[in-house]
């Protein structure tokens, strides 16, 4: 099978002013590589609508922040199909919202660039030597908080943003967070599972995500991935393990810096700079855990032969792609849902691979998305499905091909780039970088975590704010 991938191709998109800019590979010095697309792209769902169909409507939405914009968000006004003309102009136009300025044709060009294999050997290695999806869609053309929840429960409730309207304490209100979670299904079914987050974070996005459903096991469930470690080694991983990465200070999660090429103001302070962001730490996170299941080899409980590594991301973060979303089913809705998108529609493609002793090295076609993984669960333990999305979802059952496993001996060793120190990675000082901005998914969780405890703090944006305001409030939360 070949892989549906951007080598090779003539492919571009157009600003207004009628460059064409193709795709190529990111170049230039290592470290600023590993940081692009630099800035942060659009994300949210109006800014979604422009990269797919090239759209802005009403055209007063040019120019503008998220909060600012005005109904129909950009949206095409019929099905049309999208033709994934609108990243470089969407880029070029966010740019301008955000910095006040119009970037320099070095800036803009980013958004058509892509990683080379060589740049990400972790990921390529396992992608080569493993089962690789080249149909993998995320659940919602939109950010991160709406895809997260859409992979564990189904639905995001009719929310398409992280906290725009209403605001991020829409996730914790029962009356909107409703219906349940794959883990509640798992739990009622007497199936173990845990969730697996960063010690240093201290809360579980994951937690306070399906806080309405999922508080009652926080201090039974989740663990920090040193525990994680730990339970691979010793063969006790639960039947179903999902692992975090780290989302605010020091963040391994791969999203792209925020505001590094300009003076950014926040709470009416210029700050020069922006958050330290570097895929090589997602790499280097991605070759730990790897390794880890490789090597484990227990008699008994889990193990490399009995373990599924699955690899996935939320959503595509608004960086290029030239694969139109396809439709999907939608879930239970209620009569007014944000931003007036009524979820048939997937969003653009992610990276998946899938990772165990019974899955060749191959190129999936098929298409996939975030569905698929509570599909995979409700076939493999008989369990009933949350909604439409997931019920006619495929499993990765088509990953697991081989009636032979691989013996962990004959899986690839992995070797990771050098990742620089983060300055982040230590407590915050006066001198240091603790005035630096968070990315939205480390605003969010913060957020998240105040509106629950302190909703009439101001939201903290700086990576001191955030180091104090979850060690006030989130320690002792969650188990270890």
């Not at 803009?108 to 972790?122: A, D, N």
């Not at 992995?414 to 605003?443: C, H, K, M, Q, W």
Request: glycine content about 8%.
């Amino acid at each position: 099978q070949q892989f549906e991938g951007l080598a090779g191709k003539q492919l571009s998109n157009t600003t207004l002013e009628g460059e064409e800019v193709g795709v190529h590979p990111y170049s230039g010095p290592t470290d600023r590589v590993m940081r692009s697309p630099d800035p942060d792209p659009g994300e949210e769902y109006p800014f979604v609508n422009t990269q797919l169909f090239g759209t802005v409507d009403p055209a007063s939405n040019a120019g503008h922040r998220v909060f600012e914009l005005e109904p129909p968000y950009n949206a095409p006004h019929d099905d049309t199909a999208a033709d994934m003309s609108g990243f470089l102009a969407d880029y070029i136009d966010k740019f301008r919202g955000e910095h006040g300025r119009d970037p320099l044709p070095e800036e803009y060009r980013q958004i058509m660039g892509s990683f080379t294999p060589e740049m990400l050997p972790v990921f390529s290695t396992l992608a080569r030597e493993f089962a690789v999806y080249d149909h993998w869609h995320c659940a919602v053309p939109s950010q991160t908080f709406p895809n997260r929840s859409f992979f564990h429960a189904g639905t995001s409730h009719g929310f398409v943003t992280n906290a725009f309207h209403p605001a991020v304490g829409k996730w914790l209100d029962p009356l909107l967070n409703t219906g349940t979670t794959i883990f509640n299904r798992l739990e009622e079914a007497g199936i173990p599972w845990r969730v697996y987050y960063d010690e240093r974070q201290l809360v579980s996005l994951t937690g306070m995500l399906h806080a309405p459903h999922l508080e009652k096991y926080w201090k039974s469930h989740f663990r920090t991935m040193k525990t994680f470690y730990e339970d691979v080694a010793n063969g006790t991983l639960p039947a179903y393990s999902f692992i975090e990465p780290r989302l605010t200070f020091d963040h391994n999660d791969m999203h792209p810096p925020v505001g590094p090429l300009t003076r950014t103001d926040i709470h009416g302070k210029v700050i020069e700079g922006g958050g330290i962001s570097d895929v090589r730490a997602g790499e280097a996170l991605l070759h730990r855990v790897y390794t880890a299941i490789r090597e484990s080899s227990t008699a008994t409980g889990s193990h490399a032969l009995n373990t599924t590594l699955m690899v996935t991301f939320d959503e595509h973060g608004g960086t290029y792609d030239h694969v139109p979303p396809p439709h999907a089913p939608a879930p239970p809705l209620p009569a007014e849902t944000e931003m007036g998108f009524r979820f048939e529609r997937l969003g653009v493609r992610v990276p998946t691979l899938v990772i165990s002793a019974y899955t060749p090295s191959a190129v999936i076609n098929d298409p996939m998305h975030h569905g698929s993984l509570i599909s995979t669960l409700t076939h493999r333990f008989g369990l009933t499905h949350l909604t439409a999305r997931d019920e006619h979802a495929p499993t990765i059952q088509n990953a697991h091909t081989l009636t032979s496993p691989r013996s962990p001996a004959s899986w690839p060793s992995t070797f990771p780039l050098y990742s620089p120190p983060n300055p982040e990675s230590v407590d915050p000082t006066a001198d240091g970088d603790d005035d630096r901005p968070l990315s939205p998914p480390g605003i969010g969780l913060v957020a998240l975590l105040l509106a629950r405890y302190a909703p009439n703090d101001p939201v903290p944006h700086t990576y001191r704010e955030a180091y104090d305001a979850i060690h006030r409030h989130g320690e002792g939360l969650f188990g270890v």
